[in-house]
């Protein structure tokens, strides 16, 4: 056990890095689809059954051609063009996700959905809520569908099929004339996003080669978000168009510019390695990793082999229903990492971008805003909101997973208290009206801010850290599955909120926050610093949703990295190969606890601080 954990830690995340020539050499070689180290004299990896070509496969148009791929020199050229390529389809998605929020208010777009008609305050507020709803019942479908697509047809083919609904779904809203046309239009094109957004971070992963996880995906979030500003500040200068309806159908017509750039330019980029083995195209996928890597690709190669002998083996756990109602071991540890990422996805919703992002003016003209200044500070507050997923390199990486989304609830938990108390003043007439409102907006600033900062990227990095990579394109289906539901149901329910309650939405948001914080302390494990191979470790070890408890029963199983509350540093490493127990600290907790009994004064905040540190908070 403690050899074979040794080779777990010195193993990094999949394809990620070049593998030294002293692990090469050893004779126990783990498999990062999870499966025990085995002697790697005794594997045979050219003897596997590929299965026949998918027989649907020919009827989607696009895919990889080796002759028709990108040839440059340079493999960094050839990463740094799958980023900005990978960068462009993120930002469409937040552009997409972003650009209902002033078509709301178009008085024109009004009158064409029927939703400015004398029929009720109820049934207006509604539609307005279900017509950007339903948007996300398309993205969960398209998510399902594309996850599935893209293990049998490839990425690339998954990529033009979203592309193609997505196409058809922006010119449909550019030109809806009624509110069920705008509806049909909304689930188009979200069965689109949802195939494209649950595919490219899939297909970058594994075609380039990136080790900072965190850092890379807050680099791919800030082009989201700059998508979600540029869709803002386009409408806002839009509307000062005097024809309103070019003013809310612009905006959704520019969407095309993007999904033609995606749906054609794909096609010139390297298909997936790893699916191209798993079709039997060995050659292809070597020319693939020697495009896109440096040095030799041979160790690699043989590793991509090893991860598709074993996927092929357990192809029966490799579909969504095996996923959800598992019958063994391996297909129940799935099931926990699909609640985990679904579940994360929700939570993320239930925090209250969704209500800040979508109806900030909404928020701000409550406030006392005029609508023109309201506006504004909607479209500044975004672009804040863009520069603040910069933190995210930092906090992510540095802090850990659990520690980031920890302390970024409480700190929206406090803001959204403050601001909710300070609307409930800004709404009432008098002198004061206007400090109160500046306060909301101030702390509306700070926790969209905080947001961006801490939970943005987290429950879009997470499921590609727990999933295993035989099932690592459904298991981001999955995720997208939470968030269309988690958007879905706080889209449709905001305007009510808004309506009913009025500022108590803020407090409202303040307890779903609180609400939020046991099960990250609970239930999510620490990924932070640790490859695939060891979150196999945990799932197949752990047998508890509690992290705690899990972590108690990986120490009962004499596996050496058992704390998984707290973020595995490179310290640990070293310890972990020498067999000793990890220990961060520089003194002993016996000596600490001694200094803190000997002065009562030190012993409150001794107890805190060894407490959070225990539950990785610190």
Known sequence: MAAEQKVLQESPSSSDTQIPKEAQKN????????????NAKAENYDDINYPPPWKWEKFFVGGYSQTRMFKFKNPKTMYTAINLFAGVAIMFYGYDQGVMSQVNLNEDYWNHMGINSPMGNSRNVAAEGGIVSVYYGGTL????IAGSLAD???RIKAVVFGSMWALLGAVLQASAQNIAWMCCARVIAGIGV?????????????????SARGAFLAVEFFMNIGGLALAYW?????????????????????????????GIGINFFPESPRWLMKVGREEEAQNVLKATREGDVQYELKEIKKVVKFELETSTANHYWAMLFPKDKYSRGLRWRVFLAVW???MQELVGIGVITVYAVDLFEDAGFGEELSKLLAGFNNLSYMFSVIFAVYTLDRFGRRATMVWGAVAMALILLVAGILDKFAQVKGPNQRAYGAGVAAFTFLYTATFGATWLTTPWLY???IFPLNVRAKGGAWSVVGWSIGNGVITMITPFLFQAISYGTLLLLFGLNIFCLPFVILMYPETSGRSLEQMDTFFENGNSWNVFKASRNIKDAEIEDWRWTKK???DNFEELEQGRQMSTAGRSPEEDEKDARLNWRKRPAYTFKRKASNAGLM
């Open 141 to 144: 479908i398209g998510a399902l």
């Open 463 to 465: 499921p590609t850290e």
């Open 27 to 38: 004779e126990e070689v783990d498999c990062s689809a999870g499966t025990p180290a085995k």
């Open 234 to 262: 386009i409408e806002y200068f839009a509307y000062l168009n005097h024809n309103k309806s070019m003013a809310w159908r612009t905006p959704l017509a520019l969407q095309i510019i993007f999904i033609i750039i995606i």
């Open 568 to 570: 595995m540093k490179e």
């Open 344 to 346: 994360l996805q929700i």
């Open 194 to 210: 949802g195939a494209i957004d649950c595919v490219i971070p899939v297909w970058s992963a594994e075609v380039s080669s990136h």
């Open 152 to 154: 049998r047809a490839g």
